[in-house]
Structure formats: structure tokens, C-alpha cells
């Protein structure tokens, strides 16, 4: 995986570390370029996103500078200052936040923390780390230590009104960032160089070595370092140099595969992560990478995408010219791009955009930034990402309104046209909303603001949120059996009828209604029922509705199959609550039938409401329907002793347009037209 990243970062011979470094947003704050020999003010601004500010950032660079003279982690323990006061790691500038309030400092105005640099500069290591590093070449170097002390005084502010006025606006974490106006290949340089040792975090790399004592006797000693004391084969640059702990992609636990590094090969004392300098560099690179923002609609938003795809060795995404894809696209970038927005324009770029290439070998990375850092909650290597699908269709089984109908070609469509609708919150004016699931793969405990979640959405989110990201992120499909399937869809369905608060599809403002919602998720489910439980229920419904025809059309036509009888109990169950003349009866009333286990206890209801709603059946004119459809089904005997597996074709026929309402208005249709024919006759 890392050599990966150092790949990716190489790209084009690194030219994508100047797409990094132009993109990357500079610190709030103060910014100041003194002069490289007096050490005096050149010029300042605050970073308040104007363009003013741009122009002065330009004129010096300021993107290059601040990220070559800054601390590349801040988990660094190598630093020059041992107090983790300076939060630069170069002698060509200094960095620290003005205004600090932590658990050892605080600092509520400026004059507390000049109070505090004036004991400092006194005890801290820092001005020797910079005596060392830079001014040994310098014959007057004593006193250009001295005018670099002047820069942590009050008195360095005060030269200048407005300089002064801006320090003294500053809010709590905002920095004061000095650039000593040095030529920037001179600070590309150093950092190039030194940095290489500068970067490794925590002192704790444990090495053996032999040591003789004074008795002549060799001795075997355990000593910690920031690197190992022995030079091991770097696995990305091969070439052998001290390793060392990597601060950065290094927050897994233990188990992790990422951390892990199986091809090791046990080396390194059994430090599962160890990397060069070098290596630590291009991840720090990656780092500002994942923390590239734009503006969008006002909001800021990440550059790239989560998860991010890394493919491997770059070998997958070459184009028919040859021609390395990811470096095509993202050179221009823009504005956010989104991961199957990469996939997609890959598989447009790879062989003329022919459908029979269809796998992909690459890592995948979601991560977040957070106000701690980049955090990772996964990594995994995906073989064979299949992009397109075959014969995945949704069919608009009840002939809804503004339904979509039609195929899903690849397996993002399948996380919006299909899971999206199961993982849904309800928004205060009664809709539903469908962004739930994809903003919320990897949290601990959900936390949506302004909107209801129905409380079976919630459980089969913590149940399933993993699977359904690994099976649209990283095209597993097969992780969903039919037992899954089910357990995902029809728990809530049920809960929706359970709690629906409508009869009709839409409600008089013309909004979706409960009884809407659940008819779309129903569709969903039968269309796609073939490709996780491998029968055709879409199918198997037409042909349902068709028998029901025949059913009560011919006397002689009876039920035949457990799944027949499903399907007309379900028209009978919602013949029956029709008859239910309360203002606000709703399909929640279909709960107490489709929750019955034996079959016994479902006949049972049946005819408890038929005897129920007896006044409605005894001389109403319907042709005998249905006397008909209730003697089929109370008297059909079931094969299976309960109906759990039937209650999707009972839904089915509940939620289908009945066939006895049907048969019921063509009747009166025929019967309007005839005597409109006698009338006209006479």
C-alpha cells in the first residue's frame, strides 16, 4: 500500500507534488517575509481569503514555504523545540499560534505569550537546534541568533502600526508565520535534505546492539531511537537506509491491514510499520492531498475523493495510447471529484470504452479529515472491481407516478436507485430523504440533525452499513445472499406499514405518501429479487395478476401453489380493509395479518374480518368475486406449515391493483355504455 502512494505521488516525475502544493490552502493568521540578512520586516498581510492576500501569497510563494518549513506531522517528536512551541521545523521560517489554550498554556492575549517567549528563548533548545543547522556558515552568526530572538518580542510587532494592529486581532489559533526571504530552491533544498532525518515520530524505534564492557565481554543492548541504528532495504526506493516511524497512515491498531506489512518478513525487530524519510516525505505529500479543499456554494469541500482509489502500480489505468488516466484528469482539477466519477471516466479512457473491460485492480482509502487530522477507517486492496452490471432492472410493479423504471448499468446506480431508499430519514415536512446512508458509512453512533429516523432504518444501518460500503466501494456483490437481502428490505417494509398514516398514494398537496413510499420499496424489491434470491419475482407477479384474471373469471380455475394462495390473500386482505369506512383507516391495519406465523392464525384473521365487515359482503353486487376469491383461499391447504417466506407475495397482492375493483368498474363501464347504446337506439 505505501509503495503505492510513493507511486501515485511520483507520478509524471512528480509533477503531481506542484498540483499538491499550487492547490493546498495556506494557515489563518498573520504572515510576515523578513529580509535574509537584516531580519527585517519586508512585508505582511492576514490571511483573510482576499485577493489581496492571494497576490501577496504569490509574490513569495508562500504555499512552497510554509509546507517546506513546516513540522510535517505534528506528532513529531524530533523537533527543535522540545516544548512543541515552534511549529516550524526549518531555519528559513518560525511558526507559532499567537492566542493557545491548552492543558499546560494559556495564552488570552498577546501579552501573556511575549511574557511567556521571554523565559523561552532562556530555556528551551530551540536557538541551538538553528545555531547548529544554519549559521555555523555565517561568520557573524552569534548575532543573527540575536536578532532571531527579537522575532518572539512584542518590540519586533511594534515597528509597525499596522502590523500591530493585525497582532493584536488575532483569534485563539490563529498563527504568526515568519518567512525569512531566502531563495526558495535554498528552502526546497534543506527540506529535501535534513528533513529526511526530521520526520520520523515518537522515539521509540528499538534497535540491539553489541556492546563491549570493561571486562572485555560482549553484551547485547536494547537502545531506542527515531530510527534503527542498522540500515534495512527501503521496499520502495530499494536501497538500504535507517527506518523509521511514520506519524502519518500509522493511526491503525495493530490488526490493520494497512499497518500490518505481511511482505516484512519478520524484519525490523517486529515493528510492523517502518519506513525511509524519503517514503514519510511523499506520504506527508499525500496527506496535503487528501486535505485540498475548494470552495463550493460557499462551502469549503475536499478536493478528492472519499474513498480514494489508488490504483496499483498505476498498470490498470493506462488508455489504449498508453497514456496514465489518473494523472490525465486530475492535472486540471478543478473542483471536488467524486470516486465514481474516477472509476468512471477510467473505464471511458480504457479500451475505447468497451463494455468488456470490466475489472480494475486498485486500494481503496476512506478517510476523514478531521480536526485531529486525517483519520482512516479503511484500507483494502480491491481485485476485480466490477463497474457495469447485467440484467439489474427496476420495474414499476404498481405503476407509480414518477417511479424509476429501467436498468442500473453500474454499481453506484445500485447505492441510489436501490439501498438509498431503505436508508432513509423523514424531514419535518413529511418526506422522505435519501443522503443518509452514503454520509454515514463509518460512524460510531449517528448523529442527524433537523430529521427523524425510523427506528428499524437505524438498526439495520449499524447492522449493514459496512457491508452494503463494501459491496458498492468495493464490488462485492456476492457478500449479499438472499437471507441478507431479505434482512436488509423487508424488516423495513414492515415497520413502514406498521406505522403508515395513509390509504391513498398521495396526499391532497399532491405529496408522497407512507403507502408511496412503501409501494416504491416493495418495487425495489421485487425487481430485484432475482439477483440476490435468484427467482424472477417480477415476473412471477405479472403471471400472479394474470391467474387472479382467470380465477375469478372460471369457476373451474382453483389455486394451485402456496404462492397463488399468497398473492390472492393479499387482494382479499385489501378488499376487505376497503370496506373500512373510518376517515383515516390507513394499510397499517395489514400489520396484524402478514405478523401471524401459522397459517391457522392467518386464516383466522381473515375470517374474523370478514365476519367483521359482514354488512359490506352480504348484498353488495359483485358478480360473486368475491365469494369466490375468499372460498379459494380459506380453503386452500398450504404445503408449508407457516407463511414467513409467502409475506412478500402477500404484500404483493395487497399493494397490487385489485382485481375485484377492477372487474367491478369495467362491469360498470359496460353496463354505462349499453344503456348509452339503448338510448341511442331508441
Known sequence: MIKEIVEFIDLEGGKLKDIIL?????????????????????????NDGSKEFSKFASKYDLKRREYYCGLLNNDTQKAFDSEKQIHSNSPYAIFYKLLVETGKHKFKNYNERFKFFDSFKDRTNYFEKIQETFFEDNLIYYQKKDLLKK????????????????????????????????????????YENYSENMIFAKKQVKSKIKQTLKNGKI?????????????????VYKSHRKLGISAFLNAFSGNKPLVLHKTRNGINNGYSMLCSGKVVQKLSLFEQLLKLKVKVDKYEKSLFPNPFPIFISNKDAIDNEGNKIYFYFLKDIKEPISYREIIKRVYEKMADNSNEINDLNFYLIFWSNTKNGIEFYDVDYIDGFQYFLKEFEIKNIFNLKDFYSGEIKNIFDLEWKFFSKFFYTISKDGQEKTYFLQNNYFVEKINVKGVEIPLMVTTKFYQYNKLIYDVIYKSKLELISG???????LPIIKEQIKKCKSWNDYTKEHKKTDTYRIKEKLSLYISLHKNFKGEDLATKITELQEKMQKLLKDRNEHLNSDEEFAFASGQLIWYILSKNESASKTHSLVDIFISKYKIDDFKLIIAQHIQ??????????????????????????????SIKELVPLIMAGYFSENIIVENLKKASENKKQNQEGELNEE
Open 151 to 190: 522575532m518572539f518580542t512584542k518590540e519586533f510587532f511594534e515597528k509597525n502600526k499596522e502590523l500591530f494592529q493585525i497582532l493584536s486581532s488575532l483569534k485563539k489559533d490563529e498563527y504568526i508565520k515568519i518567512y525569512i526571504d531566502e531563495n526558495i530552491c535554498k528552502v526546497k533544498e534543506y
Open 22 to 46: 499550487e492547490n493546498r490552502s495556506l494557515s489563518k493568521g498573520l504572515h510576515i517575509v523578513v529580509d535574509r540578512d537584516s531580519f527585517e520586516i519586508k512585508d505582511f498581510s492576514y
Open 219 to 235: 553484551k547485547e543492548k536494547t537502545i531506542t531511537g527515531y530510527t534503527t541504528e542498522e540500515k534495512y532495504l527501503c521496499p
Open 612 to 641: 367483521k365487515y359482514s354488512h359490506a359482503f352480504k348484498f353488495s353486487n359483485n358478480h360473486g368475486w368475491f365469494d369466490k376469491l375468499a372460498s379459494e383461499v380459506m380453503g386452500y391447504e398450504l404445503e408449508k406449515k
Open 483 to 489: 437471507h441478507i437481502f431479505d434482512d436488509i428490505t
